[in-house]
């Protein structure tokens, strides 16, 4: 079984800055990419940011220079460093892995439990 565990967020001041994580654990042999979605309330979810196996990131126009993902192979876990965040940031952000595990012949996404982002004076 494959898990991702998030950690961080909380609530923050427009401007400030929060470092969001996520860890995988279980019996992973590789992961392809990792990806980080949100979704504000009342709005559809929204694709933020993606980290690859080879280190390719790509960013939403929203968040670029922004916002940084990079991750750490030797702790299995991709961050999420948020700059200068607005109001608009405001929402419950997910991480997202493309997961190659034991057993399973083809990749799972495997999905983190979420972790509320309030941006608010």
């Known amino acids: 079984q494959v898990q991702l565990v998030q950690s961080g967020g909380g609530l923050v001041q427009p401007g400030g800055s929060l470092r969001l994580a996520c860890a995988a654990s279980g019996s992973i042999e590789s992961i392809a990419a990792t990806a980080w979605y949100r979704r504000a309330p009342g709005k559809r979810r929204e694709w933020v940011a993606r980290?690859?196996?080879?280190?390719?990131?790509n960013y939403a126009d929203s968040v670029k220079g922004r916002f940084t993902i990079s991750r750490d192979n030797a702790k299995n876990t991709v961050y999420l460093q948020m700059n200068s965040l607005k109001s608009e940031d405001t929402a419950s952000y997910y991480c997202m892995s493309t997961v190659a595990a034991v057993g399973y012949i083809e990749g799972l996404e495997v999905w983190g439990q979420g972790t509320l982002v309030t941006v608010s004076s």
């Open positions: 980290i690859t196996s080879g280190d390719t990131t």
